[in-house]
């Protein structure tokens, strides 16, 4: 099982979206496509943002987006 779930990951991510505006995150597979995204950054060897109990690449991509370290753009705003 996944900690956090998937719905507290979306609530992290959406946390800083205003009052009527659209959701950035609204699936499962967004959460999974950024957190799969940063996890080969990690193996590619980019460092860590957070210190992770485990050494998994995903475990810390999960962990990473949790604290807010990490942020999902949407589709209208650039890297």
Do not use: C, F, W
């Not at 505006?21 to 943002?49: C, F, H, W």
């Amino acid at each position: 099982m996944l900690h956090p779930s998937y719905t507290d990951l979306m609530k992290v991510v959406n946390s800083e979206v205003e009052p009527g505006e659209a959701p950035v995150v609204n699936s499962r597979y967004s959460i999974v496509m950024a957190t799969a995204k940063r996890a080969r950054q990690i193996i590619a060897g980019d460092e860590p943002l957070v210190t992770a109990k485990v050494d998994k690449p995903l475990s810390i991509a999960v962990e990473e987006l949790n604290q807010g370290k990490i942020k999902i753009l949407g589709d209208d705003e650039e890297a």
